[in-house]
């Protein structure tokens, strides 16, 4: 008996001919946490990558510092564990030391390199003990016969030929090349090419905020990116995309500055989905710098976040932030103040980036853009990005008959309509008691 698949009803020899065929799209949403870009300057460590960390990274190893003095890195895994950290600084020169032949040679550029130490002990079969120290902890040791048996490692390599006798080598000559506002246009141009939902940065140079305010608002209107820039004191942006941090606060008697905060709220920002930052709580926080009563009215009014603090009713007192809001005022009946607020935002950007993710991994180039086609992709819209989010509550139900999905102007153009309510969370509560 013949059989296969078959195409049309076309077969000759008497036989079994079955296909197998899927009667729905095998569509998934795009996970909603995204990851905060941390950019930092440090005197050791690759520059100008982004290399993606967690609590287990070998900090010292890689940027010079334990995760303790590496605050920007510190605050951001305080909101969210996906974190990329980017070297603003300049390769620098290396240090190195010579003894003989043989020669220890920084493996990073940066002036962090002049705290490495070798130490050779010599053993009687000609052989050798060697010990490389960073900031005077000893980080690695190996013993060898020979020179040619050594192995680099994550601070210093090795060339030439083992010294005659016991030796000490410190390093030299490293040289830090610091960070200028170019670098910050090569890490805004870097971010091209990366996956991110925040970027994170505190300073008090405008030219820098003013930088990636443009460059937020090129990849979000005119590129589909639905990224978020976090910076202290800047609502001159004026934007759904820029962030503004007003004030800081205190962890026991240390102040987290403003511009340290940013790094905090740019990892939960990363994390959050369809929740508010509304009153969240700011982990370790015991007080903040605090404002009047007024002057965090205005804060709000003019696009500030800012921190307050929360006596708690069951005792428990909290460090928190008083409004999920952004840098955006101007409001129009285009846009009017649902844009301002972070939770509303955040779910337009799911619905934005799922649509987008659908239409290119699953229809562009693939489906007939006539009537069933764009039904189909109604129906994916539908089942993987507007039920999840009713079900979660970030949507009111909506009218499937409102989701308008038509041939648009030219051939190859699909033209979508839809109205959808967007679920803000509480935040206000107006109470009347009436007493009899």
């Given at each position: 008996m013949s059989g296969g698949q078959w195409e049309t009803q076309n077969k000759v020899r008497?036989?079994?001919?079955?296909?197998?065929?899927?009667?729905?799209?095998?569509?998934?949403?795009?996970?909603?946490?995204?990851?905060?870009?941390?950019?930092?300057?440090?005197?050791?460590g690759e520059t100008k990558k982004f290399i993606k960390v967690s609590p287990n990274t070998k900090f010292t190893e890689l940027f010079g510092k334990p995760l303790g003095e590496l605050k920007p890195i510190q605050e951001a895994f305080k909101g969210t564990g996906n974190v990329i950290v980017y070297n603003l600084n300049g390769e620098g020169e290396k240090s190195k030391a010579i003894i003989n032949s043989f020669t220890a040679i920084a493996v990073h550029g940066g002036s962090d390199g002049n705290k490495i130490t070798v130490i050779v002990t010599k053993s009687l079969n000609g052989g050798a003990t060697i010990k490389t120290y960073y900031d005077g902890s000893q980080v690695d040791s190996q013993v060898v016969e020979k020179a040619t048996e050594l192995t680099a490692n994550g601070f210093v390599t090795f060339t030439g030929e083992l010294p005659a006798s016991d030796a000490t080598l410190k390093l030299t000559g490293g040289k830090t090349i610091a960070a200028t506002n170019e670098s910050y246009s090569d890490l805004a141009s870097g971010l091209d090419s990366q996956i991110f939902k925040t970027i994170a940065i505190g300073t008090d140079d405008d030219s820098i905020k003013l930088l990636f305010t443009l460059k937020v608002k090129q990849w979000r209107e005119n590129e589909g990116k639905n990224v978020h820039f976090i910076t202290n004191n800047y609502n001159a942006?004026?934007?759904?995309?820029?962030?503004?941090?007003?004030?800081?606060?205190?962890?026991?008697?240390?102040?987290?500055?403003?511009?340290?905060?940013?790094?905090?709220?740019g990892g939960a920002y990363a994390n959050a989905i369809t929740n508010s930052l509304t009153y969240a709580q700011y982990p370790g926080a015991t007080d903040c710098e605090r404002l009047s009563h007024d002057e965090i009215v205005k804060a709000l009014k003019e696009g500030h976040i800012v921190f307050t603090y929360n006596e708690g009713a069951d005792g428990i007192d909290r460090v928190v932030v008083e409004q999920d809001i952004n840098t955006f005022r101007s409001f129009t009946p285009r846009k009017n103040q649902d844009f301002r607020k972070g939770k509303i935002v955040r779910q337009m950007d799911i619905v934005s980036n799922n649509v987008q993710h659908i239409y290119s991994r699953f229809f562009i180039g693939k489906v007939d853009n006539n009537e069933n086609g764009r039904n189909l992709f109604k129906g994916q819209i539908m089942k993987v990005v507007l039920d999840p989010l009713v079900k979660s509550g970030a949507?009111?139900?909506?009218?499937?008959?409102?989701?308008?999905?038509?041939?648009?102007?030219?051939?190859?153009?699909?033209?979508?309509d839809m109205g959808l309510k967007f679920v803000d969370a509480m935040e206000k509560l107006y109470m009347t008691v009436k007493c009899k």
């Open positions: 008497p036989g079994a001919y079955i296909n197998f065929e899927t009667n729905d799209l095998v569509a998934t949403g795009l996970d909603s946490r995204g990851t905060v870009v941390v950019p930092i300057t440090v005197d050791w942006a004026d934007h759904e995309g820029v962030v503004s941090v007003l004030n800081g606060i205190y962890d026991g008697a240390e102040l987290i500055s403003a511009k340290e905060a940013v790094y905090w709220l949507i009111d139900p909506y009218d499937p008959n409102e989701i308008i999905i038509a041939q648009g102007a030219e051939k190859d153009a699909v033209a979508v």
